[in-house]
C-alpha cells in the first residue's frame, strides 16, 4: 500500500494535467532535470566550493559543480558564477551581504510597481530592515520613471541599485539604469528572474554589458530546478577583482551551509537545454502566446495594465469594474481551471491583501505545448469568468472583509456557471502533456 505522501503527488499530477496554469514565475522541468533531482545526489554534504571542500567524497560533485559554472560562464560570457543559492530571496541577501554593511543605503522597484519584496521591500522584509532602503515608482504611463529614480539616487545616494521585476510588463532598459548608477557610483544588479529564458532566447535585451552582478532563480523561464545562480560581470570584476570571491563568501560561510548538488547538477543540465535550438523556439512561443492572450482579453473589454504586454506577463486591471475585485477573480478562475494569483496594480487603490489586479503568465502553458488558439480560448474563459464575478464587490469596512470573501468562496465553489467552464478547460487541458521540448 503506498503512503498518502504518493496519493496526493498524484492528485496534483492529475490537478495540474486538468488545469491551466498562468502563474508567470512556474514552469514545468524536462523529465531528464527531474531524473537528476531525485538521484543519489540529494543525500550528499559538500560544504565548500570545488576543490576547497568541508567535506571527503566530493570528487564527482565538485566536477558537477565546476561543469554548471562554466556553462553558465559560457552561456551568459560572463567571468564568474556561483550556483549555490538555495533559491532567489537568498541570492539577493547574499549580494547584499556581499556589497553592503548593515545600514546603507539600497534603491528598488516598489513592490506595487512590479518590484520584488527582496529589492528593499521596507518593514518586513531583510532587504528593507537592515538596509535603508529607497524605493523609486512608475510614471503615468506606467513605465519606470528614471526621472524620477535619478533624483532619488541624487538625494540619497545608494550604495546598491537592484533592478528586476516581478509583475512589470514591459521591457527593461538596462542603459537607462546604468546611467543612474553610475550618476551617484552604485553598485548596479540586476535580478533577472522572470525573464532569463526570455534573454537568452533573444526575446528580451541582455543587462550582461551594463551591470556588476546579475542574479537570477533557475526555476522560471530558464526552466530549471528551484535553485538561483549569481553572475559577476566583466564590469563588476573591474571595478573590484575581489566581486567574486565577496559574492561566494556571502553564500558560505556567510549565509548557507552544504549547497543541494542535485540542484547544482540540474542547473548544469538546464543550461544545456538552453541553448538547444528548442529552447528558442519555446521562448519565441511563450511571446506570441503572451500577445495573444493579452489581445484576446482586451478584445473582452478587459484592461491591462500598459495595455498589452512585452515580455512574458500581463497585469489586469479590474477597477473599471470594481476596486478590491482580484481576489474574488482570482478564486473564481481556479474553480474554473485557470489558475494565476491576484497581484496589486499600480496606484493600487485597494490593499496588497485585496488588491484590484491579476498577474497572468504564459512559460508553462507555453511549455505544456499550447499555442495561440489555446490563448484564444483561455482569454475568452477568463472573461466569462470576470463577468461571473464582477458585481462581488469588496465591502469598505474592513472588518467586514474577510467574512465577505467567505461568504463568496462558499458559493464559488458550487458555482454552475463556473463549474461547466471548468469542465471545458478540463476537456482542453488535458490532450497537453505536462512538458515539450520547443512548445510543441
Ligand atoms: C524578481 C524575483 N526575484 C527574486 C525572487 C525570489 O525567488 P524565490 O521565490 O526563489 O526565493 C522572485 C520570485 O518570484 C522574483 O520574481
Avoid at 514552469?27 to 545526489?41: Q, W
Amino acid at each position: 500500500m503506498p503512503d498518502i505522501v504518493f496519493e496526493l503527488i498524484k492528485e496534483e499530477e492529475q490537478r495540474q494535467k486538468e488545469k491551466v496554469g498562468l502563474i508567470p514565475s512556474e514552469n514545468n522541468i524536462s523529465p531528464d532535470v527531474s531524473a537528476v533531482l531525485s538521484s543519489c545526489l540529494s543525500s550528499k554534504y559538500s560544504e565548500g566550493y570545488p576543490g576547497r571542500r568541508y567535506y571527503e567524497g566530493n570528487q564527482i560533485v565538485d566536477k558537477l559543480e565546476n561543469l554548471a559554472i562554466d556553462r553558465l560562464k559560457e552561456l551568459f560570457q560572463v567571468p564568474h558564477a556561483n550556483v549555490q543559492a538555495y533559491s532567489g530571496s537568498p541570492a539577493n541577501a547574499a549580494i547584499m551581504f556581499a556589497l553592503l554593511e548593515p545600514g546603507e543605503t539600497l534603491m528598488g522597484l516598489q513592490l506595487g510597481a512590479g518590484g520584488h519584496l527582496t529589492h528593499g521591500h521596507p518593514k518586513v522584509t531583510f532587504s528593507g530592515k537592515y538596509f535603508k532602503s529607497v524605493q523609486h515608482g512608475l510614471d503615468a504611463d506606467d513605465r519606470i520613471d528614471f526621472e524620477e529614480m535619478l533624483a532619488l539616487a541624487y538625494e540619497h545616494r545608494p550604495k546598491m541599485i537592484i533592478t528586476g521585476t516581478t509583475s512589470y510588463p514591459f521591457i527593461l532598459d538596462f542603459a537607462r539604469f546604468q546611467e543612474v548608477a553610475d550618476a551617484v557610483g552604485a553598485w548596479l544588479v540586476a535580478d533577472i528572474s522572470h525573464i532569463t529564458g526570455l534573454i537568452i532566447g533573444g526575446e528580451h535585451p541582455s543587462p550582461v554589458p551594463y551591470v556588476d552582478v546579475i542574479m537570477s532563480t533557475t526555476h522560471k523561464t530558464f526552466r530549471g530546478p528551484r535553485g538561483a545562480m549569481i553572475l559577476a560581470t566583466d564590469r563588476g570584476l573591474a571595478k573590484d577583482p575581489q566581486l567574486g570571491s565577496k559574492i561566494d563568501k556571502a553564500i558560505i560561510p556567510g549565509l548557507q551551509g552544504g549547497p543541494h548538488d542535485a540542484t547544482t547538477a540540474g542547473i548544469a543540465l538546464a543550461a544545456e537545454e538552453a541553448t538547444r535550438p528548442e529552447f528558442k523556439t519555446y521562448v519565441r512561443q511563450i511571446r506570441k502566446n503572451a500577445d495573444t492572450l493579452a489581445a484576446t482579453l482586451m478584445a473582452e473589454g478587459i484592461k491591462l495594465v500598459g495595455n498589452g504586454t512585452e515580455n512574458h506577463l500581463m497585469v489586469v486591471d479590474l477597477t473599471p469594474f470594481s476596486e478590491g475585485l482580484g481576489t474574488q477573480a482570482a478564486f473564481a478562475m481556479d474553480i474554473a481551471g485557470i489558475y494565476a494569483n491576484r497581484n496589486v496594480i499600480p496606484n493600487e487603490p485597494c490593499s496588497p491583501f485585496y488588491p484590484s489586479g491579476l498577474r497572468l503568465g504564459t512559460p508553462l502553458v507555453t511549455t505544456r505545448g499550447m499555442k495561440e488558439a489555446e490563448m484564444e480560448k483561455v482569454g475568452r474563459w477568463i472573461a466569462r469568468v470576470i463577468d461571473i464575478v464582477k458585481g462581488e464587490t469588496l465591502p469598505i469596512d474592513k472588518k467586514e472583509r474577510g467574512p465577505f470573501i467567505k461568504t463568496f468562496k462558499q458559493k464559488a465553489v458550487t458555482n454552475p456557471e463556473l463549474l461547466a467552464i471548468s469542465e471545458e478547460v478540463k476537456a482542453m487541458a488535458s490532450q497537453f502533456p505536462l512538458f515539450t521540448w520547443g512548445g510543441e
